[in-house]
């Protein structure tokens, strides 16, 4: 009768071969599948979902951006700034009348800090008066302080965030025997390659939405043409809201020693200036503005000079108003300088007259420069 005996463990010998046992096998049936780990993508932004459409828009807007770049655009400067170099030319906008005394000491070059007193007398329809003021400056902020004998306080700060950002905060707290609200500022510029973005908002109301919003755009078409856009929202009250849009043009020549400009608004006011530099030290400049709105028509013209001397600047102007107004200021040292100006209107047969002087000081650990001619000391160049 043959004997029975049950398996061996596995691992222990088999019986009568002195073989350790090894399990079989199990068939293709009885496979069991175990469960393999793999890792799962990772989003790289909460955003990625929208990638399908971002990815081919970025690649447009990056292609467009190349496209502008080759075409070698320059900037147009800022719509506020577009009249500067008129305004500066024309001794009309300088002129004052009375005795000015400025009073300033640097006591660092880098980091521009410097105190003010300004002293004014004699003013046609002004009080005397006197303010103290203060200056500090860096490679990216701005800050610029005053009060005055009326105990007014104004301030301003600019803030460079990055290369073309700028905000600029400006502020005002008048005294109790002005009369006058106060008056806030706040402003971001953005200077790109071939355009430039301003935004501002006066006197805004974070509750209400009450003030006044602007908004500006310049954009240059070619090398010497730049169009823009001019917008204004003002919201004096819940139910008191107008907006207006005015447009800009700007031509520079191919030498950029000539820049004419107009700006058209839609209450019927248009302004054109024209700007050349007819030597290396002379410049001439004009300004017309016209109105014409309802039954009202009226224009004004200013034609005006500069010349540049090695130690002095005269300026000269004349309005179609029979207006003439000069203005000389000249440095008799590299610490004192001299201004002196006159004006007369022939049609009212009235004059005016103003002097003053200006004394510049540093700080006994700074450098005292024996030069008027030479140029400052190095220092940065805070945002403006």
């Given at each position: 009768?043959?004997?029975?005996?049950?398996?061996?463990?596995?691992?222990?010998?088999?019986?009568?071969?002195?073989?350790?046992?090894?399990?079989?096998?199990?068939?293709?049936?009885?496979?069991?599948?175990?469960?393999?780990?793999?890792?799962?993508?990772?989003?790289?932004?909460?955003?990625?979902?929208?990638?399908?459409?971002?990815?081919?828009?970025?690649?447009?807007?990056?292609?467009?951006?190349?496209?502008?770049?080759?075409?070698?655009?320059?900037?147009?400067?800022?719509?506020?700034?577009?009249?500067?170099?008129?305004?500066?030319?024309?001794?009309?906008?300088?002129f004052f009348d009375g005795a000015r005394a400025d009073l300033a000491k640097t006591v660092s070059f880098n980091p521009i800090f410097q105190v003010t007193h300004s002293f004014t007398h004699g003013a046609q329809g002004a009080p005397p008066s006197y303010q103290f003021g203060a200056v500090l400056g860096t490679n990216n902020t701005f800050m610029q302080g005053s009060v005055d004998d009326s105990s007014s306080v104004m301030m301003r700060l600019n803030q460079r965030w990055a290369p073309g950002h700028i905000t600029k905060i400006q502020g005002q707290l008048p005294g109790a025997t002005t009369g006058s609200p106060p008056f806030m500022q706040v402003e971001h510029d953005f200077q790109g390659l071939d355009h430039s973005i301003n935004l501002r908002a006066m006197n805004p109301s974070p509750t209400d939405l009450t003030g006044i919003y602007q908004f500006n755009f310049l954009q240059s078409l070619t090398r010497n043409f730049a169009l823009g856009l001019d917008t204004v929202w003002v919201?004096?009250?819940?139910?008191?809201?107008?907006?207006?849009?005015?447009?800009?043009?700007?031509?520079?020549?191919?030498?950029?020693?000539?820049?004419?400009?107009?700006?058209?608004?839609?209450?019927?006011?248009?302004?054109?200036?024209?700007?050349?530099?007819?030597?290396?030290?002379?410049?001439?400049?004009?300004?017309?503005?016209?109105?014409?709105?309802?039954?009202?028509?009226?224009?004004?013209?200013?034609?005006?000079?500069?010349?540049?001397?090695?130690?002095?600047?005269?300026?000269?102007?004349?309005?179609?108003?029979?207006?003439?107004?000069?203005?000389?200021?000249?440095?008799l040292s590299p610490s004192f300088g001299f201004t002196v100006g006159g004006e007369i209107d022939h049609v009212k047969n009235a004059g005016?007259?103003?002097?003053?002087?200006?004394?510049?000081?540093?700080?006994?650990?700074?450098?005292?420069?024996?030069?008027?001619?030479?140029?400052?000391?190095a220092s940065p160049s805070p945002p403006m």
């Open positions: 009768m043959a004997s029975s005996s049950s398996p061996a463990a596995p691992g222990f010998p088999q019986p009568g071969t002195g073989l350790p046992h090894t399990p079989a096998t199990p068939g293709a049936g009885e496979l069991q599948s175990l469960p393999v780990v793999t890792e799962q993508p990772r989003a790289r932004s909460i955003f990625a979902f929208a990638d399908p459409v971002t990815k081919p828009l970025a690649r447009t807007m990056a292609s467009l951006q190349e496209s502008r770049q080759k075409l070698g655009l320059p900037n147009p400067g800022t719509i506020e700034g577009l009249t500067v170099p008129v305004r500066t030319c024309h001794a009309s906008n300088l919201r004096q009250t819940v139910d008191m809201n107008e907006a207006n849009m005015g447009y800009v043009a700007k031509w520079t020549s191919d030498a950029r020693d000539a820049v004419g400009t107009l700006q058209l608004q839609p209450q019927g006011i248009a302004q054109a200036t024209y700007w050349q530099k007819v030597a290396e030290r002379v410049e001439a400049a004009v300004d017309l503005q016209a109105i014409a709105q309802g039954g009202r028509r009226e224009a004004a013209a200013t034609l005006g000079a500069k010349w540049d001397f090695r130690m002095s600047t005269f300026r000269a102007s004349i309005d179609s108003g029979g207006k003439v107004t000069s203005l000389l200021e000249t440095r005016r007259f103003g002097v003053g002087i200006s004394i510049d000081s540093v700080g006994d650990h700074l450098p005292v420069p024996t030069d008027p001619s030479a140029p400052p000391p």
